[in-house]
């Protein structure tokens, strides 16, 4: 099982916080995950989740999109962040 969080303005666009998803070899890693959750949420999740420039988090580690992820892991997807 993975859970999955949401951050920030990407919670509020797809109105979910915290969701769990069943691992399989099919979400494997964050690109495939997020595929799956786009395949099962429709326009709006394509939407928010295919923009360029968001964050990835495996564990509470920023990772790369192509990450692995296993089974009990928590992903977590954030806006871009900035600095000043």
Not at 20 to 49: C, F, H, M, R, Y
């Amino acid at each position: 099982m993975l859970t999955i969080r949401f951050f920030s303005l990407i919670r509020e666009a797809l109105d979910v916080e915290q969701m769990t998803v069943l691992w399989s070899e099919d979400v494997s890693t964050v690109t495939s995950l997020k595929q799956a959750l786009i395949e099962q949420g429709g326009p709006i999740w394509s939407e928010v989740l295919l923009q360029s420039n968001l964050v990835y988090a495996v564990n509470q580690r920023v990772v790369f999109e192509g990450a692995v992820v296993a089974d009990g892991d928590e992903v977590a997807f954030f806006p871009p962040m900035t600095g000043g």
